[in-house]
Nanobody, 122 residues
Framework: QVQLVESGGGLVQAGGSLRLSCAAS????????MGWYRQPPGKQRELVAT???????NYVDSVKGRFIISRDNAENTVYLQMNSLKFEDTAVYYC????????????????WGQGTLVTVSS
């Protein structure tokens, strides 16, 4: 019904930048919060940043001042600008969205993308 497709991952040297994109498609009424999570090798998935439909943002402490989350509501897309990348930012990055598919009756879905790999070389 609803898909999230991420793009923009890749290999970058420490100190460099990457911009991730995540586009939602399918049966979408509206989208509530959107976010980025990551799973480093051998570790559990963790929250990176979230943004509400009104543009209120939240970041994990380790990326504050380096990463910027933004969204384009008209395009159902969320972005993650990653600057001053560190080796420890290496992970598979996942996009997440709370998608409202119907208001009457109310029905929403918690949707995940397939992930995009970000590798930071030291």
């Amino acid at each position: 019904q609803v898909q999230l497709v991420e793009s923009g991952g890749g290999l970058v040297q420490a100190g460099g930048s990457l911009r991730l994109s995540c586009a939602a498609s399918g049966r979408i009424g509206s989208i509530n919060a959107m976010g980025w999570y990551r799973q480093p090798p051998g570790k559990q998935r963790e929250l990176v940043a979230t943004i509400t439909s009104a543009g209120i943002t939240n970041y994990v402490d380790s990326v504050k001042g380096r990463f910027i989350i933004s969204r384009d509501n008209a395009e159902n897309t969320v972005y993650l600008q990653m600057n001053s990348l560190k080796f420890e930012d290496t992970a598979v990055y996942y996009c997440n969205a709370g998608v409202v598919v119907s208001r009457i009756p109310y029905n929403d879905l918690d949707v995940w993308g397939q992930g995009t790999l970000v590798t930071v070389s030291s």
